[in-house]
């Protein structure tokens, strides 16, 4: 009988109650304020480490190798085609109506192309320069 109460209780919902809030002691909240205020000093200082662990992390060389590959004339048409729509996509929301319009063009098939061939223009470089 208590596989099948077993089986019951997996299957069907339960009913999960909030606990009673706890009854707030004056004393307590002085002694709290306290470790509150060292537990912030401490997380400035944690902070402050993980600020200086980022900076001795050097730049994503992915990032610095798409940088390069924007540069390339093979790639120029890609960003012109994205800063396009760009433009025409801003000047259309300054429009009056907008708002009310059926279609809003977006970018993001300009986006994709100029990603796919920044990708396929840095990765070959990249995997030579990992370890």
């Known amino acids: 009988m208590s596989f099948v109460t077993d089986l019951i209780n997996a299957i069907a919902p339960t009913v999960a109650y909030a606990e009673e809030p706890a009854e707030e002691i004056v004393e307590s909240v002085e002694v709290g304020e306290e470790a509150e205020e060292e537990e912030e000093a401490e997380e400035e200082d944690e902070e402050d480490d993980d600020d200086e662990d980022e900076e001795e992390e050097g730049e994503d060389q992915f990032d610095a190798l798409k940088k390069e590959c924007a540069q390339l004339p093979s790639l120029k048409p890609y ?31 300009e986006f994709f192309h100029l990603q796919h061939a920044l990708n396929d223009c840095a990765a070959p470089k990249l995997f030579s320069k990992l370890k």
Not at 79 to 108: F, S
């Open 79 to 109: 960003i012109h085609h994205y800063e396009e729509c760009v433009e025409r996509v801003t000047k259309e929301q300054e429009e009056e109506g907008y708002e009310d319009k059926d279609y809003k063009e977006d970018c993001v098939e």
